[in-house]
Each structure stands twice: as structure tokens, then as C-alpha cells.
């Protein structure tokens, strides 16, 4: 079976610029999520879906959104790249909610790197 | 709210050594709990959960167990390997209110030959 797939691999763009991120979940899974991974901050929520529905989001600003398809995968976007967004960031997928189901397998991560 | 207290690295043992790395947790409700690890270049991958109280979960010689009492899940290994070198990350979850997962800082674990 294959794994959680992230896209591109490293990525780098300018200050002002915006980007998007694109995950495909292993086959049968119906929640992402993304994480922003930073040395300073750690591993930090971005935000979930589930049957294109986000259903949780962190404590990021708007220029950070996302969707997802009807076939489960998903995108995000950054608006208006600043520095500090520089960031390895990483997808993780699961069956969905509920005590059973919340596993989550992680994509090797797109690394971000703004100018 | 939910948070995750993980021990500060980093941590550099020699090989066939005895790990421990703490984690703490806090909750609202019932959380499931985690372990990742994370080898350079890489993504996380799940190393063992509990999912109740007193769970032991296990994999590849790693152990913890889900403490209530103390709110722990504190990660062992009898004999570590050079290739056990990596990140691990203490993780909580819980399903009841959404599939959002709390991560701790991680801890970085060195073993030398």
C-alpha cells in the first residue's frame, strides 16, 4: 500500500510570493492534516479535513488556508510568503475520526525555504 | 487544553545502553497517546500508541506505558542501537473532539558505537 505522498519535495520562493503544497493520502483514508515544522516552534497544527470539510484549524493566520478533493486529496496555500515561513511541512492522513481510526501516517514533508 | 511535556535533549548514549525519554501529558478529556520518530530527511513515523489507561504499547524493543496517575507515557528501550539515532516525538490525541494531535518538542537521541 502506498504511503502518505507530499509534493513537491523542496520548494523555494521570495518574500511576497504565495505557494501551494499538495498531499495525496494512502488509499482509503479520509482525513489530513498538515503541520508546520520549525526548529523554534516545533511541530505545529495548521489544520484537518475530513470529507472536504475542515473540521479543525490552529492558530495560523489566514494567509494559510487549504482544501481538500473528493478523492481526499489535498492542498495547501500560503499567501503572501514571509520569512518566517520557512518551514519543513508535513501531511499526515488517517481513516478519520473516532478512537479507532486517528492513527496518523506522515508524508516525508515539503521543505519550504522563503528568500 | 491539551499540551505535551516532552524531556529536553539532547541525548547521547553508547550502544546496548538503557533509554529513557519522558513525556507528560495534560488533557481535558481521554486521550490517546504516541510516539513518533523521525530519522533525518525524513517524516514521522509512528512508533507505538495507547489508546487507555494502563496500556502498554510496544514496538521494535521500545515500550510506554499509558500512566493515568501521573499523566505519563514515558518512552524505554533496554538496549539501544546505533540505529536507533533519531528524533522522537511524544504525541496526544483525542478522538472525542477531534482528530487534532498534540506534539511535544521532541527529543534528540544520539547512540554512539
Redesign the interface.
Known amino acids: 500500500k502506498a504511503g502518505v505522498t507530499q509534493t513537491p519535495r523542496y520548494l523555494i520562493k521570495t518574500r511576497g510570493q504565495q505557494v501551494t503544497l499538495s498531499c495525496s493520502p494512502i488509499s482509503g483514508h479520509r482525513s489530513v492534516s498538515w503541520y508546520q515544522q520549525t526548529p523554534g516552534q516545533g511541530l505545529q497544527f495548521l489544520f484537518e479535513y475530513f470529507s472536504e470539510t475542515q473540521r479543525n484549524k490552529g492558530n495560523f493566520p489566514g494567509r494559510f488556508s487549504g482544501r481538500q478533493f473528493s478523492n481526499s486529496r489535498s492542498e495547501m496555500n500560503v499567501s503572501t510568503l514571509e520569512l518566517g515561513d520557512s518551514a519543513l511541512y508535513l501531511c499526515a492522513s488517517s481513516l478519520g475520526p473516532g478512537i479507532s481510526y486517528n492513527e496518523q501516517f506522515f508524508g516525508p514533508g515539503t521543505r519550504l525555504t522563503v528568500l | 487544553g491539551n499540551s505535551v511535556t516532552q524531556m529536553e535533549g539532547p541525548v547521547t548514549l553508547s550502544e546496548e545502553a538503557f533509554l529513557t525519554i519522558n513525556c507528560t501529558y495534560t488533557a481535558t478529556g481521554y486521550p490517546?497517546l504516541?510516539w513518533?520518530v523521525q530519522y533525518p530527511?525524513?517524516?514521522?513515523?509512528?512508533l507505538l500508541?495507547a489508546?487507555k489507561a494502563d496500556d502498554k504499547g510496544s514496538n521494535k524493543g521500545f515500550e510506554a506505558t499509558y500512566r493515568k496517575e501521573t499523566t505519563s507515557f514515558h518512552l524505554e528501550k533496554g538496549s539501544v542501537q546505533v540505529s536507533d539515532s533519531a528524533v522522537y516525538?511524544c504525541a496526544l490525541?483525542d478522538?472525542?473532539t477531534?482528530?487534532?494531535?498534540?506534539?511535544?518538542?521532541?527529543t534528540s537521541l544520539t547512540v554512539i558505537p
Open positions: 490517546s504516541f513518533y530527511g525524513e517524516g514521522l513515523q509512528l500508541k489508546t516525538f490525541s478522538p472525542r477531534g482528530n487534532q494531535f498534540y506534539f511535544g518538542t521532541g
